[in-house]
C-alpha cells in the first residue's frame, strides 16, 4: 500500500514569508508526527497528533510553528514569518496508534531552505 | 531531562569489516527501536527490542538490549556497501508515546 507521503518535496521560500508543509499519512494510522533534521543531524520532535485528542505541541520552536489535522488525517505543518534558522528537511511520521512500542513510519521529508 | 547518547557520531570502515554502533540512555527504556536512514532518504525502522537482554539478528545486523534496559547496540558483520548510512537508536520519553531519538552514527563503507 502506499506510504507517508509529503509535499513539497523541497520548497525555497524568503526570509518573512509563510509556508505550508502537507502530510498525508498511512491510510489507517491513528498518530502523526512532524520532527524536523537539520543537516547532519538527529530527528527533533515538534508535534503528535493521536486521533481526536488534543494535539501535543511540547516541541514547537516557537509560536511561529503551528499545526493542524484535519479529519484525523491530512496533516498541516505552517510556519509563519520564516527564519534563516528554520532551514531544515522537515520530517513526517505516522504509526498505528499512539504508543512507544509502535514502529513510526516517515514520509521522505520537505526540504525548507530560507534565503 | 531524559538523553538518548549514540557513539561513534561516525564512522568509516573498510569493506568487510565489522562495525558497532551503542546507544545510552539516561533513563530506563520499556524499549528501543533502531531506524536506519540512507544518505539523503527518510528513517526506516529497522527492529524494536523490549525484553531486557534480548538479542535479536537480522541477517548480518545483531541488535542487543542491555540487561538494565539503559544501553543497546547495533553490530554488522562484514559490511558492505549497502549499510551505508546513519543509524538511528530511538527510546519513548518518559514511557510516553513520543520516541527520542539518539543523535545517530553515520556509517561510511569504503569499497
Known amino acids: 500500500g502506499a506510504g507517508v507521503s509529503q509535499s513539497p518535496s523541497n520548497k525555497v521560500t524568503e526570509k518573512g514569508k509563510d509556508v505550508e508543509l502537507r502530510c498525508d499519512p498511512i491510510?489507517?494510522?491513528?498518530?502523526l508526527y512532524w520532527y524536523r533534521q537539520s543537516l547532519g543531524q538527529g530527528l527533533e520532535f515538534l508535534i503528535y497528533f493521536q486521533g481526536n485528542s488534543a494535539p501535543d505541541k511540547s516541541g514547537l520552536p516557537s509560536d511561529r510553528f503551528s499545526a493542524e489535522r484535519t479529519g484525523g488525517s491530512v496533516s498541516t505543518l505552517t510556519i509563519q514569518r520564516t527564519q534563516q534558522e528554520d532551514s531544515a528537511v522537515y520530517l513526517c511520521?505516522?504509526?498505528?496508534?499512539?504508543?512507544?512500542?509502535?514502529?513510526?513510519?516517515f514520509g521522505p521529508g520537505t526540504r525548507l531552505t530560507v534565503l | 531531562g531524559q538523553q538518548v547518547m549514540q557513539i561513534p557520531q561516525y564512522q568509516h570502515v573498510q569493506e568487510g569489516e565489522d562495525f558497532t554502533t551503542y546507544c545510552n540512555s539516561s533513563?530506563?527504556?520499556?524499549?528501543i527501536q533502531w531506524y536506519k536512514q540512507r544518505p539523503g532518504g527518510h528513517p526506516v525502522f529497522l527492529i524494536q527490542?523490549?525484553?531486557?537482554?534480548e538479542v535479536k539478528k537480522q541477517k548480518r545486523l545483531t541488535f542487543q538490549f542491555g540487561e538494565a534496559k539503559k544501553n543497546s547496540s547495533l553490530h554488522i558483520t562484514a559490511t558492505q556497501t549497502t549499510d551505508v548510512g546513519t543509524y538511528f537508536c530511538?527510546?519513548?520519553?518518559?514511557?510516553?508515546?513520543?520516541?527520542?531519538f539518539g543523535s545517530g552514527t553515520r556509517l561510511l563503507v569504503r569499497p
Open positions: 511520521a505516522s504509526s498505528l496508534a499512539g504508543v512507544a512500542y509502535n514502529e513510526q513510519f
Open positions: 491510510s489507517g494510522h491513528t498518530a
Open positions: 527490542l523490549v525484553k531486557s537482554g
Open positions: 533513563t530506563t527504556l520499556s524499549n
Open positions: 530511538a527510546g519513548p520519553r518518559d514511557s510516553s508515546y513520543k520516541l527520542i
